[in-house]
Nanobody, 122 residues
């Protein structure tokens, strides 16, 4: 079992930046990790994921603006978000897949944090 805790949400004006962190209670070096978001009335969306070897992938909405990274020694996943827009407003969730498993889709993730709110005002 891995428990995940997100940090760093908040409110920002359009064009601003935020950095999200996700601290894990256990070993993450053998786990694909990702960030999802869910806006009111919408389905949960996989924003970005990073594989065990460090390969990063982004949704079209995140590409060019968000950067995902991981520090296995600190058991921490990060999401740097730049040029935030009102449509980025959502609850952001950190998630991890099972050991040595891939995580290209939301259904691949087994462990979830409680989420952190990001609000972008125009």
């Amino acid at each position: 079992q891995v428990q995940l805790r997100e940090l760093g949400g908040g409110s920002v004006q359009a064009g601003g930046s935020l950095k999200l962190s996700c601290v894990a209670s256990g070993y993450i070096a053998n786990k694909c990790m990702g960030w999802h978001r869910q806006a009111p009335g919408k389905e949960r969306e996989l924003v970005s994921h990073i594989s065990i070897d460090g390969t990063a992938n982004y949704s079209d909405s995140a590409k060019g603006r968000f950067i995902i990274s991981r520090d296995n020694g600190q058991r921490t996943l990060y999401l740097h978000m730049n040029d935030l827009q009102p449509e980025d407003t959502a609850v952001y969730y950190c998630a991890a897949a099972g050991p040595w498993a891939g995580c290209a889709a939301t259904s691949d993730f087994n462990y979830w944090g409680q989420g952190t709110q990001v609000t972008v005002s125009s």
